[in-house]
C-alpha cells in the first residue's frame, strides 16, 4: 500500500474548509484544524487496518463514517454554527481529498 500523505491531507481539507466558511473562518479555524488533523490521521489508521486485511472495504467505511460524523458534530457544538453549514464543510474538505485516498485505498472509501 501506498503510503498517504497525512500532512497534505489534512492541509488540502483545511484550505478547501477556509474557503467554504469564507467570513466565518476566523471563528472556526482551529476547532477545524484540530478535528482535521485528527480524522486525517484516522484515515490513515483505517488504510492501514484495510491493507492489513484487519477491515473489510465495508468496516473501513464504516469507521469513515463515524469518524465523520465526529467530526461534524464536535465542530457543529463548539463553533456554535449549525451542523448543516459543517457538513458542506466536511463534504467540501473530503471533496479535495478523495482521489488521493482513494488511490491509496484502492477502493472508493471517501
Known sequence: MA???IGKV????????A???K???KEIKEAVE?????????IGLILKAYANKKFSKEQARSHLRVAKGGVITTLAMVTMMTEA????IVNAAFSMVRDAVN????FALL
Open 3 to 5: 503510503d498517504l500523505d
Open 10 to 17: 489534512a492541509k488540502d481539507m483545511i484550505a478547501k474548509a
Open 19 to 21: 474557503d467554504i466558511a
Open 23 to 25: 467570513n466565518g473562518w
Open 34 to 42: 484540530v478535528e482535521f488533523h485528527g480524522i486525517a490521521e484516522r
Open 85 to 88: 453549514v459543517i457538513t458542506k
Open 103 to 106: 488511490t491509496v485505498a484502492k
